[in-house]
């Protein structure tokens, strides 16, 4: 009995002030996932005319309103060498549907270049967009009926929109809501 009331008069105050619920990504937990998978190399290119790709200290920064993705990329065919150092902004998709958070890297596409002439290209969202995908903050139930001593009482929630935070070193993914 006085639990039931506990959760209606929380339930109540929740309604009139409303709040946010969210999930919050960190830097750290990107960087050891990107550590995980270690450095790439990529042969492109047809048999016996291959460039060798190599992708090495693959990281991510995390910045008051930005994110970054940064590596240090390698170009080898035949004499020519190339080294890039590579940094590319990066944005964040929440589908809602889904409940799915997508860390995208914005413009993935790397061209090796010199004196004017392209020497090939390579897709960093092909070898990284699979992995940064994660569980989104919407709740599992929409509504939840009580019992009480005046009968049932039906609350449902009311997600009023989505937020996307980018602070030092976490991303944070937020849901506005209230109760009805």
């Known amino acids: 009995m006085i639990n039931r009331i506990f959760v209606i008069v929380l339930l109540l105050t929740s309604s009139v002030l409303a709040g946010e619920i969210s999930v919050s990504i ?32 693959p990281q991510v920064k995390f910045e008051e309103g930005s994110a970054e993705f940064l590596a240090l990329v390698y170009y ?12 590319k902004n990066m944005y964040v998709e929440y589908n809602y549907d889904d409940n799915i958070i997508n860390l995208m890297i914005e413009e993935p596409i ?7 002439e392209t020497y ?10 699979k992995g940064l995908k994660f569980q989104g903050p919407r709740p599992k139930v929409q509504t939840m009926k009580l ?24 991303v944070r993914v937020a849901l506005d809501l209230d109760f009805n």
């Open 120 to 129: 090939g290209k390579l897709d960093l969202g092909d070898l990284y967009q």
């Open 26 to 57: 960190s830097e750290d937990l990107v960087n050891d996932y990107l550590r995980l998978i270690g450095d790439h190399q990529i042969p492109k290119g047809k048999s016996g005319n291959e460039a060798l790709w190599t992708i090495k200290e």
């Open 110 to 116: 790397i061209k090796m270049e010199r004196k004017n």
């Open 147 to 170: 019992k009480t001593l005046k009968g049932k009482v039906r609350i449902d929630l009311n997600i009023k929109k989505s937020l996307i935070y980018f602070e030092p070193g976490v």
């Open 76 to 87: 080898k065919k035949g004499k020519t060498n190339i080294k890039k150092s590579v940094s």
